[in-house]
Every structure is written in C-alpha cells, then in structure tokens.
Nanobody, 121 residues
Framework: QVQLVESGGGLVQPGGSLRLSCAASGSIFSINAMGWYRQAPGKERELVATITGGGSTNYADSVKGRFTISRDNAKNKVYLQMNSLKPEDTAVYYC???????????????WGKGTLVTVSS
C-alpha cells in the first residue's frame, strides 16, 4: 500500500506565505515525478507544479515566480513554498506522485487526500 499525506494548509492573508509538505510512504520501490495540483470551488483540478526525480520543474503560468516546488528524495517528500499568495490561490491542494512499487512494476499515479489553503483577509 502506498499513501501520500499532505500537510501545511491553512488560512493566510493576501500577500502571505505557506509551505505545503507531502510525504509518501508504504511499499515504494522508486518515485518518478511528483507534483502539486489544486481544485478551487466549482472548478476543475489543475496543475500547479511538478518536479522530476532529477529536479526539473514545471509551473502553471499563474504561479510562476511565486511558488517553488522541491523534493527530498531520501525522505520521499515533496514541498510547495507559496509566496505572495492571492485570494485566487484558494483551493484544495493535492499531492501527486508517479510511484513504482517494485522492479517489475510500471509507475502508477497516487494522490493524497488534499489540504485546504484559504487566502483571505
């Protein structure tokens, strides 16, 4: 069994910062790409940022220059540093990882249950 557990969400004022963390645990052989997605009320889930095992990153245009994704491969963790937060960043943020559970297995997508980020004064 593989689990992804997010933490770090909460209420923050516009212009503030938050750092999200996601820890992968269970029967993990290797982790390929990891990423963060978000879903605002009434909207579809969208990509926020991804990071490969080698550290290459990709960001949604709406968060470039404000958010930074990073990972700790030794700890099977991924982080999202969010600065200069705006009300439109309010959403449930989900962790995603492409994980192999054994040498004979292809990577599969796993998702966390999400953490709520609310940006409001």
């Amino acid at each position: 069994q593989v689990q992804l557990v997010e933490s770090g969400g909460g209420l923050v004022q516009p212009g503030g910062s938050l750092r999200l963390s996601c820890a992968a645990s269970g029967s993990i052989f290797s982790i390929n790409a990891m990423g963060w997605y978000r879903q605002a009320p009434g909207k579809e889930r969208e990509l926020v940022a991804t990071i490969t095992g080698g550290g290459s990153t990709n960001y949604a245009d709406s968060v470039k220059g404000r958010f930074t994704i990073s990972r700790d491969n030794a700890k099977n963790k991924v982080y999202l540093q969010m600065n200069s937060l705006k009300p439109e960043d309010t959403a449930v943020y989900y962790c995603n990882a492409d994980i192999r559970v054994g040498v004979w297995y292809d990577g599969m997508d796993y998702w966390g249950k999400g953490t709520l980020v609310t940006v409001s004064s």
